[in-house]
């Protein structure tokens, strides 16, 4: 199965790109804002408020996998995603480019979906704040209160709505999604087709003292700490301070000789320890978080920004699931 394009744009190669945009190859933006159990915010309203024109909102909380305990995990089923495009009126010719209001938060893990459920043709805007800033055109008049349920009767009546395809999504799962169980497996070191944790690169995007055990969990009642033989790479330090946009190959690339990622010696452009990365993690990289949202920029950091060829899988569970369903030895604390 062939894998959809995915990638980063910018705010003017976004406008480059709507220009070209026909009633049968439509370029849709797709507003996914989505904002930390312990933030107010509600994203829905802001979108209501303001959007770029034509917009879509794309609930992170909606589609999801209703059986799991855990929060926004993935969709098991082809028809939840289905309802994703009924709702939002999208079918499978469009180029949808998914951002967020906070700049790169909640939009690569957004984008990634649409990409995991087999859309062609996928953007991840670097970034709204930029677009703002470029003084783009902005829609700050409220959408029709009846707008929704009057889409949802028109997209009802079309005749060929969007039909996903299983195996697609079941391949790009495995490919780029590890579970709880393989993971605890690796960890414990028991042999997972002659392989263990240490032939992956396990990269945990949450904050230092999350990580370390110093701060307490967004969440109540839930420990912070570590998975044994994970790195820390605060999403955050891939992204520019000033308006959270990806920062340029070479500034990711310090980033990773600073934590030892690539084990070089920090000299040259960094494209020559790429290799390091690559033979002392035969098995690629998994990348991790709190719900499995942030992690997803580094994944992006890796794929998009890095241009590695080394397969990214997602531990959709993340810290939430760990912490919650592994033995205590394996929840690390460096306090």
């Not at 305990?69 to 009924?86: C, G, V």
């Not at 996903?164 to 393989?182: P, R």
């Not at 340029?248 to 040259?268: A, M, S």
Request: charged residues 25%; hydrophobic residues 35%.
């Amino acid at each position: 199965m062939s894998r959809s394009f995915l990638t980063t744009i910018t705010p003017s190669a976004y406008r480059a790109l709507l220009s070209t945009s026909n009633p049968s190859k439509r370029v849709i933006p797709i507003d996914a804002t989505w904002y930390m159990p312990n933030n107010l915010k509600n994203a829905k309203q802001e979108f209501i408020k303001e959007r770029i024109p034509n917009s879509k909102f794309f609930d992170l909380d909606k589609y999801i996998d209703p059986t799991s305990p855990y929060p926004h995990m993935l969709p098991s089923k082809i028809s939840i995603m289905e309802q994703a495009y009924k709702d939002l009126q999208l079918n499978l010719n469009d180029s949808i480019v998914v951002y967020d209001k906070l700049g790169i938060f909640s939009s690569p893990r957004a984008a990634w979906t649409f990409s995991l459920f087999g859309h062609p043709k996928v953007y991840l805007l670097d970034n709204y704040l930029n677009y703002k800033q470029s003084e783009y055109p902005i829609d700050e008049n409220p959408p029709p209160i009846e707008e929704e349920e009057q889409n949802k009767g028109e997209i009802e009546n079309l005749v060929n709505p969007v039909k996903l395809d299983q195996d697609q999504f079941n391949e790009n799962y495995k490919q780029q999604v590890i579970e709880y169980e393989e993971l605890l497996d690796l960890v414990t070191k028991k042999k997972n087709n002659g392989y263990g944790l240490k032939d992956y690169l396990l990269l945990d995007a949450r904050s230092l003292d999350r990580f370390t055990g110093k701060a307490n969990e967004p969440r109540p009642g839930l420990s912070s700490g570590h998975i044994p033989g994970a790195i820390n790479l605060p999403f955050n330090t891939l992204l520019t301070g000033n308006n959270n946009q990806f920062k340029n190959k070479q500034e990711i690339l310090e980033i990773f000789h600073e934590k030892n990622i690539l084990n070089g010696n920090g000299d040259g452009n960094g494209d020559d320890k790429i290799e390091n990365l690559l033979t002392n993690y035969p098995k690629g990289i998994i990348v991790m978080c709190g719900t499995g949202v942030t992690a997803v920029i580094l994944k992006f950091a890796i794929e998009c920004i890095l241009k590695l060829n080394v397969p990214v899988r997602v531990y959709d569970g993340s810290w939430t699931e760990w912490a919650s369903r592994a033995p205590s030895e394996y929840i690390q604390k460096d306090i």
